[in-house]
């Protein structure tokens, strides 16, 4: 069956530094979103992802889908302390579920 | 638009026993998932109901199963509870592929 991978699993940054977290599929995806879940929190939808080579810009977040359609890349730059949390990706395997990668944890140094 | 409700909010269990979780979505979503989150793990899927049918199901034991209701509001039950069914059940509501979760019931089992 088809399984999200994200790298890394936690990520530390200092406040103000920029940081990259990867997603990696198995098989090709339909298309690709993320979430954020916030400490104490559940999961919000951020963005979805349709086309191959995709870049779609929220603020500071830059988020990218791979040529292949295999893989997707969440860009942060000038991190805050608003940005604290678990950022999924999260892939449709052609059916009705979406498969969950196991997250990116991010806390941030001020 | 309210959104995704799920009661309880906490619960306490000890093993052997059964326990039922709901899920009300948002109003006019038809499809309900369910996941269940435990640190480390990310988001494991469980069931998808849509219309009163499940259409998709995680890889989960038998005693994990579920229910819709025609008004759409969902159940899920887990029979002969294990400690290691300890963990966050999410449920998430949606109209097309954009998922909007609950805040989830925190299940520990003792």
């Known amino acids: 069956g088809q399984q999200v991978m994200q790298i890394p699993q936690y990520q530390h940054v200092q406040e103000g530094e920029d940081f990259t977290t990867y997603c990696n599929s198995s098989?090709?995806?339909?298309?690709i979103q993320w979430y954020k879940q916030r400490p104490g929190g559940h999961p919000v939808f951020l963005i979805q992802?349709?086309?191959?080579?995709e870049v779609k810009k929220q603020k500071r977040l830059t988020f990218q889908f791979g040529e292949a359609k295999k893989n997707s890349s969440l860009h942060i730059t000038a991190t805050q302390t608003t940005d604290v949390g678990t950022y999924f990706c999260?892939?449709?395997?052609?059916?009705?579920?979406?498969?969950f990668g196991a997250g990116t944890t991010v806390t941030v140094r001020a | 638009k309210a959104g995704v409700t799920q009661t309880p909010r906490y619960l306490i269990k000890t093993r052997g026993q059964q326990v039922t979780l709901s899920c009300s979505p948002i109003?006019?979503?038809?499809?309900v998932s369910w996941y269940q989150q435990t640190p480390g793990q990310g988001l494991q899927f469980l069931f998808e109901?849509?219309?009163?049918?499940?259409?998709n199901k995680g890889n989960f034991p038998g005693r994990f199963s579920g229910r819709q209701f025609s008004n759409s509001r969902s159940e899920m039950n887990v029979s002969t509870l294990e400690l290691g069914d300890s963990a966050l059940y999410l449920c998430?509501?949606?109209?097309?592929?954009?998922?909007?979760f609950g805040s989830g019931t925190q299940l520990s089992v003792l």
């Open positions: 992802l349709v086309k191959s080579g």
């Open positions: 999260a892939g449709p395997p052609g059916g009705y579920k979406l498969s």
């Open positions: 098989t090709t995806l339909s298309n």
């Open positions: 109901y849509f219309s009163e049918t499940q259409r």
């Open positions: 998430a509501s949606s109209l097309g592929e954009k998922l909007f």
């Open positions: 109003s006019g979503h038809r499809s």
